[in-house]
């Protein structure tokens, strides 16, 4: 059985370069998501009501959390309309932590929310669903809570 | 700084793929048939997901790898057990005997008449030359295969001593 | 990148390798080895719902519904295809001629865009040298070439040369078809 035990060292390989690279070199943009992308796809998910391909980017899920993804998607939905363009911003990164933004562009305007993230099993994850920087929707998102 | 992060993660795809691409013998790919097309399809589209670092590495690897993994273990089942090779590609199906359409075959393939007429005309048979072919298949590949009556083919070279010469 | 996910994606790998095996199987031989356009898109279109399903992106059930209604569409289709000729050729279209009675049909190469290169190219790869050659070369649905030759440049068959072979064949073109025009030049 050379062929397929072959492939299962050229996997182990592969993922130990991998794990290398990430944990043991401490590479945190390259072999894995960066932070701004990360932020860019969990905001793609939401804008699109994708809640359950939202969920995995957020670090903890509390109970509840799905109302409260829905609840957001509603506010930045009444804030800028449909949102066509989701673009993420690199922030600072030190340590286990970092912070991006990302700029959503609507039909009736633009916003940017903020995120930190955390590193969890090598990878960035949201500590949370984001926070308004700038745009009209600030004071609706603080009502909306 | 961007442009070097893509680079290595397009070397990290190339690298892997062609590993296990190697591994999995050549066999297992380059026969194509239908999957085979379906899965370079996936790989592909999976190295896409890399490059923009919409996955990590290691979840890459292992979905790329899993994949060729299963795909190299049914290859070598299906050469060890003719059944299996049977339940999984199927079987070749004579479509057209003795210059005349096989009904349940075409149907059951939900081959349409002029689709018959090109395999055939792709082979240089024209509509009025069918009787010249003997059987024509549909290989496990979906390829067709077509096979003329002896008296439609050249004479061989052995055959050089029953040639009256001309007069 | 923690054991359990990447253990999940392994597992959803299997899962969408045997499902897309067993469509693939199902919609029959031809889907993907005789290639018309509509075959690619198809292959492409199930291509890529996998991908998603693969990483958790869609729900299982989602992609196995997406990956399920493509391929029950092209098996309607080609059963459509197989039981009316119209719909087949506004799906496909018809073969376009290129070269017809030893002359290029520049009508047809303008239709398909093909320059006068690429014709004779196709043609030499068929190892035909002459255009006078062939009766009719045709640009197939496939994008495959067919060539009928005239009947003075086929080879030589063994009826033409042994009289029982000769004979099998005048009992055959009474049975299968007419036999190859018999034009001499």
Redesign the interface.
């Known amino acids: ?4 035990l ?6 182990a ?3 130990a ?3 290398l ?2 944990f043991g070199l401490d590479d945190e ?6 932070p701004e ?1 990360v932020a860019e ?1 969990f905001l793609r ?1 939401l804008t699109t009501r ?1 809640y ?2 939202a969920l ?1 980017f957020l670090d903890e899920r509390p109970a509840g959390i799905g109302q409260e993804l829905r609840r957001r998607r509603k506010a930045i939905d009444r804030a800028i309309g449909t949102v066509h363009d989701v673009r993420g911003e690199p922030g600072r990164r030190s340590g286990g932590t970092a912070s991006a933004s990302v700029r959503l562009r609507g039909e009736r305007g633009e916003a940017r929310l903020r995120f930190d993230l955390v590193r ?4 960035w994850r949201l500590t949370s669903p984001g926070t308004w920087d700038e745009g009209p929707a600030a004071r609706a998102f603080v009502t909306s809570h | 700084m961007e442009l070097c ?1 893509v680079a ?2 397009a070397l ?1 795809a190339y ?2 793929l062609l ?2 691409l ?4 050549k066999r ?1 790919v380059a026969q194509g048939t239908p999957f085979d097309f379906v899965l370079a399809l996936v790989l592909g589209d999976m190295v896409d997901d890399l490059l ?7 979840r890459f ?2 979905a790329v ?2 994949l ?2 299963v795909h ?2 049914v ?2 089942a299906t050469a060890r057990s003719e059944r299996l090779d049977r339940l999984l590609a199927g079987e070749p199906v004579p479509v057209l005997e003795r210059g005349r359409p096989r009904a349940d075959a075409v149907r059951g393939e939900r081959i349409h008449p002029s689709e018959l007429e090109r395999m055939l005309r792709v082979e240089g048979v024209p509509r009025e030359a069918w009787a010249e072919v003997r059987r024509a298949t549909v290989e496990v590949s979906g390829h067709p295969a077509v096979a003329r009556e002896p008296w439609a083919e050249p004479p061989q070279r052995r055959e050089r001593a029953r040639v009256r010469p001309a007069p | ?2 054991p359990h ?1 990447l253990l999940m994606t392994a597992l959803r790998a299997v899962a969408v390798y045997v499902l897309m095996l067993a469509v693939i199987r199902l919609l029959g031989k031809r889907t993907v080895g005789n290639f018309t356009a509509f075959d690619l898109l198809v292959a492409l279109m199930l291509g890529e719902v996998v991908d998603e399903v693969i990483y ?4 299982m059930v989602q992609g196995f519904v997406a990956i399920a209604v493509i391929a029950a569409a092209q098996y309607g289709n080609s059963w459509l295809s197989y039981w009316d000729h119209g719909f087949l050729r506004i799906l496909e279209g018809t073969p376009t001629p290129i070269v017809e009675k030893g002359a290029l049909r520049r009508d047809g190469l303008r239709r398909e865009r093909m320059n006068e290169k690429d014709a004779l190219a196709e043609l030499r790869l068929q190892g035909l040298e002459d255009l006078r050659e062939v009766r009719l070369a045709q640009l197939e649905v496939d994008g495959q070439v067919s060539v009928i030759r005239e009947d003075w440049a086929e080879p030589l068959q063994r009826a033409d040369v042994f009289p029982e072979a000769a004979a099998e064949r005048g009992r055959a073109g009474s049975v299968g078809g007419q036999g190859r025009a018999r034009e001499e030049r």
């Open positions: 059985m050379k062929g397929p072959s492939v299962v060292a050229i996997i390989a592969a993922l370069v991998a794990g690279a990430v943009t390259t072999l894995v998501p960066p992308v796809g998910a994708r359950e391909q995995p969890r099993h090598g990878e | 992060q290595v993660r990290f690298v892997v590993g296990l190697r591994a999995s013998g297992t923009w670092a919409e996955v990590p590495a290691g690897t292992v790898g899993t060729t993994l190299t273990l290859s070598v | 990148m923690d996910e958790g992106d869609v729900a």
